[in-house]
């Protein structure tokens, strides 16, 4: 039997804020030019101007892409939140442990609902776990890749544009540590999205206490040591906006923009915007708090920034209320569905949702507590 929570009626969310935590980095990790996992800050990218007038599908044919097939599950964010443990001799306090896009597909939920999608969550040591289902993923890609594509260029040139961008935006190191041959010659730089910054944070909605790790494309100008706020980047391709319609579009796209920069902490958005064959024409820095307001202003495009963050405080503590037992669990949205329904698929384990490592870590972790 499925528990069901339902998105309708949406005024149910909407009113005064649900209390927000601000994220705060607690640790980070990269993946390497061969997406190799290594704790820290080695893959960070620090932001500079890209050369307006770039064409984006510059170098297609030497891209190195992350064959993405494998299930990574949570393994990463597990092996971090582990060392932090290690180092602390503190166990999180999260409610919730997952990807940032995990929230992102729950809290645009509301708003987006020709996508569905599939987790799998499990209860482990007062903390609930979610990773994406990576079936149902595989699944609807296979299925999306099926249909015809009649655009006038191909979809994979299309999506290499968008790490284009991110290669002709960012240097390895501080301005001040970089030299003008790097800096200007980043057009010829091989784009490799094997490679990646992610942060882990705690945030939190209400009572509800979460740890997200997710990619930071950049940082503006220097990382802070201490756990203040960073001034994160994010990066973004569109099409130039050239009517009315072009802009409800580009607005639409703004709520999966702002939802994932907002989990993070991502102060700044920077959008690369681009003609209809992959030319950069300009960038615009975007303040992501500003976005949900400016939305309403216009008043043209149907989405709302407190109801999404009412709607997954809600949630999610409806969540810890409904996965209360040990086994697998799967989180579901089916398409255009108004509700999200969860329910058992697995009676007992956690699945491959946790690691050994990590659970012999905790394992290991409370037996010196008790006989300390
Ligand atoms: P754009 O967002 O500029 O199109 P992110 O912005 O999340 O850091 O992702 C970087 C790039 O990865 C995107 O650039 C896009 O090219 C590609 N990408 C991200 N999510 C995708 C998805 N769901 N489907 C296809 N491409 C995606
Ligand atoms: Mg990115
Ligand atoms: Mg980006």
Known sequence: ??????????ERFAGSNAAIKRPKEFACFS???????????????????PEIGTDLSQGFDTFVKHDDSADEHLDSLLETIASHEKETGKAIDAHIVTWRGMLTKIMAAP???????EMNATLYRGSIFIEENHQYKQASRAEQDSQPWRGPIPQEVMQYWGYKFETLCTMPAPWGETSREYIEGRDKQIVNNKEQYCSVVRTGF??????????????????TLTGV???????????????????????RKLLKFWIQSFLLGVP???????????KLLRTEELATEKIPTSILKRGRVNWNGNVCVNFASAFLKWLRQTIDDEGVWRIRRKPRSPHIEVFKVEEVGHGNIITDNFMNWRIKFSLSQSSA
């Open 111 to 117: 708003f987006e609902d020709r996508d569905g999608f």
């Open 268 to 278: 700044k958005i920077i959008v690369g915007y681009r003609s209809r064959d992959g």
């Open 31 to 49: 993946y390497d030019q061969d997406h190799k996992f290594h704790l820290g800050d080695s893959s960070l990218k620090w932001y500079y101007n």
């Open 229 to 251: 706020a960073n001034n994160w980047v994010e990066l973004k391709t569109t099409a130039e906006i050239t009517s009315e319609r072009d802009m409800d579009n580009f607005e």
């Open 1 to 10: 039997m499925a528990a069901t929570f339902s998105m309708q009626p949406l």
């Open 206 to 223: 209400d009572e509800t206490v979460m740890c997200l790790g997710g990619e930071v494309d950049c940082v503006w100008d220097s990382k």
